[in-house]
């Protein structure tokens, strides 16, 4: 099993749709994060947790929340989806090991708003 | 603002032969930087890793290079292998915030 779990792996969902994106981690890990990757742009960071009870903006927060769970899962919500959120988006814990804070990143979402 | 940037979105290199992936910075806060490789429909995964405490950081084929003054790192990899075509991002963090910021990404195509 992937250490970093996510679902769905796809997604089609129309304009003004609630949807969730689960993220869940057998590492044990306390620090969690959401990235969005699209072309020519990179990977972007949503939101990131450094536990159950912090939970922190990053770089493109506007039209989506998140919540931690418990320590092994963090879920990306988008409450009326937009076109313009159609992207690959990544889950990842986060350890420090090998002199860094080393992300662990998930297979990714990938989520089309039509 | 991008305060991460690797300004060329392709590379292409012949197989056996040195790749240079580049990269750079505008925030003299960044004190850690990663390398992440990126096959499709997967997702990132690390490579190397380097501290602004040192300028050269070392592992197999690998090797990352820092100049701080120039805000700037690379990635070179010797040999080249058709295994490492793939996207390359670099990240950078500052101490104690726990968040890496990315790069656009380069595409590397290495030619057999």
């Known amino acids: 099993d992937a250490d970093v779990t996510q679902t769905p792996r796809n997604r089609i969902t129309k304009t003004g749709k609630r949807i969730m994106l689960e993220c869940s981690q057998t590492?044990?890990?306390?620090?969690m994060y959401w990235y969005r990757q699209d072309p020519g742009l990179g990977l972007r960071l949503i939101y990131y947790?450094?536990?159950?009870?912090?939970?922190n903006k990053g770089e493109i927060s506007d039209g989506y929340s998140v919540s931690r769970q418990a320590q092994a899962k963090f879920s990306l919500s988008l409450e009326s989806a937009i076109p313009n959120q159609t992207a690959l988006y990544f889950c990842?814990?986060?350890?420090?090991?090998?002199?860094?804070?080393?992300?662990?990143f998930g297979a990714g979402s990938r989520l089309t708003v039509l | 603002d991008q305060q991460v940037k690797q300004n060329s979105p392709s590379l292409s290199v012949q197989e056996g032969r040195i790749s240079i992936l580049n990269c750079d910075y505008t925030n003299s806060m960044f004190d850690y930087f990663l390398w992440y490789k990126k096959y499709p429909a997967e997702g990132p995964t690390f490579l190397i890793s380097?501290?602004?405490?040192?300028d050269k950081n070392e592992d197999g084929r690998f090797t990352v290079f820092l100049n701080k003054s120039a805000k700037h790192l690379s990635l070179h990899i010797v040999p080249s292998q058709p295994g490492d075509s793939a996207v390359y991002f670099c990240a950078a963090m500052t101490s104690g915030t726990y968040k890496y910021i990315f790069g656009t990404g380069t595409r590397l195509k290495v030619l057999a």
């Open positions: 590492k044990g890990h306390d620090r």
């Open positions: 947790s450094f536990d159950v009870k912090d939970i």
């Open positions: 990842a814990t986060s350890e420090w090991t090998s002199g860094a804070n080393v992300l662990t």
């Open positions: 380097i501290s602004s405490i040192k």
